[in-house]
């Protein structure tokens, strides 16, 4: 399937690149990986050596200084094999390195991009925790000063990397609670004192990304840390999140192509009543819903990434790109295991993992409902 913006040299290059690596070094290992939620570590650092942990990253800072349109893709070809390792790669990118890339002082990027651009270390985002998902300005987790450094105290949820992050962008309260204002943002490197891993979730998908909390206590940092001025975390957040759901969507696609040409091929050779189920009307629909879906979803994300790429303002679309695209892998994943039916409800063939790895992009980096929220206050502000 064909986007209608003209493939660069560049991204097709990216494009052809991963998928060769997903097919080597991912495929064989899905199902294994999956079933015993490993998380491949040293797969991460075979990705940096292609470039891929610092797509964004410019060259100056030891990254391959790409753009969104060349990072959507890849994401994609990572998801079309396995979502778990999009998506890591997506969280390592985006969120980590991207706060970093967007929001921090030469100094700082000099001294964390460029382990982070080549895969020697890996990142993590705390935002979530667990009574604040949707609700992030009610966070418990809190920085205060003391003279030139901070003691971090409370914990995040739902962490990507949570575990084996190396450097991880922390988001705490500074100020009064619900002040939008009273969020400070810090880099916090493990092994500090007082930041440990904690309990890892065991997921209904996505098992070989790995998500945990993260624990500080009594964790001090200098001040040199810090992430922009005091009090600038939140919207340092919100505009890292607006590039973050571009990532989203671009997993969500991956995810949803994965599952219809699956099943494409699928209701090929399926045969009953002496042909192949594709030549039945009930089956060729459903193919033909998924397939404009996708097509809508791959418009949407990559309209956004243009604008990204431009330096346009896209809160709306990529909201727009993310609530559908994430809506329609789940549609998509839905579909191809009723095309595979009694097989595809095994994990003999691969739409089940899509089934289960699909809801995530409904909710991770804002549900569905926030994206709604997002889009029509966009919309009425117009």
């Not at 991204?11 to 990986?33: C, G, L, N, S, Y």
């Not at 991956?254 to 219809?260: L, M, R, T």
């Not at 409800?345 to 691969?350: L, R, S």
Request: net charge negative; hydrophobic share 40%; proline share 2%.
């Amino acid at each position: 399937m064909q986007p209608h913006f003209q493939e660069s040299e560049s991204t097709h290059m990216v494009r052809q690149t991963v998928r060769d690596f997903a097919e080597k070094q991912i495929r064989p290992h899905v199902m294994e990986w999956d079933e015993a939620q490993t998380f491949p570590r040293p797969l991460f650092h075979q990705l940096g050596e292609l470039g891929l942990m610092g797509v964004l990253v410019p060259e100056a800072y030891g990254g391959s200084g790409l753009g969104y349109l060349e990072y959507v893709a890849a994401i994609e070809e990572l998801a079309q094999v396995c979502g778990s390792i999009g998506l890591s790669m997506a969280a390592h990118n985006s969120l980590c390195t991207g706060h970093i890339l967007q929001f921090g002082s030469e100094e700082q990027k000099m001294r964390w991009l460029p382990k982070l651009a080549s895969g020697e270390h890996l990142g993590a985002w705390g935002l979530t925790e667990a009574n604040t998902g949707s609700d992030a300005l009610r966070m418990q987790c809190v920085a205060k000063r003391e003279g030139d450094d901070w003691v971090i105290n409370g914990a995040k949820n739902w962490i990507t990397h949570g575990i084996s992050g190396d450097i991880a962008v922390v988001l705490a309260r500074t100020g009064d609670l619900g002040d939008s204002h009273g969020i400070s943002a810090f880099v916090v490197e493990r092994g500090t004192p007082g930041f440990s891993g904690g309990k890892k979730e065991n997921k209904l998908g996505m098992r070989a990304s790995e998500t945990a909390e993260m624990i500080f206590q009594d964790c001090r940092i200098h001040d040199s840390q810090r992430l922009g001025d005091v009090g600038d975390g939140f919207i340092q957040a919100m505009k890292v999140l607006d590039g973050g759901r571009i990532s989203i969507a671009a997993l969500s696609l991956g995810i949803a192509k994965g599952a219809y040409k699956a099943a494409v091929q699928y209701s090929k050779e399926r045969e009953q009543f002496g042909q192949a189920i594709a030549n039945f009307q009930a089956i060729a629909f459903k193919l033909a819903d998924m397939a404009t879906r996708i097509e809508a979803a791959e418009l949407l994300t990559l309209q956004a990434a243009d604008m990204k790429n431009r330096g346009k303002k896209m809160t709306k679309e990529s909201a727009m790109a993310k609530y559908y695209a994430s809506e329609a892998s789940v549609f998509c994943s839905n579909e191809a295991v009723q095309i595979f039916g009694g097989y595809g409800y095994t994990k003999d063939f691969p739409v089940e993992k899509f089934y289960r790895d699909c809801k995530l992009c409904t909710i991770g980096e804002g549900t569905s409902e926030i994206q709604k929220l997002v889009i029509s206050r966009s919309v009425l502000n117009a």
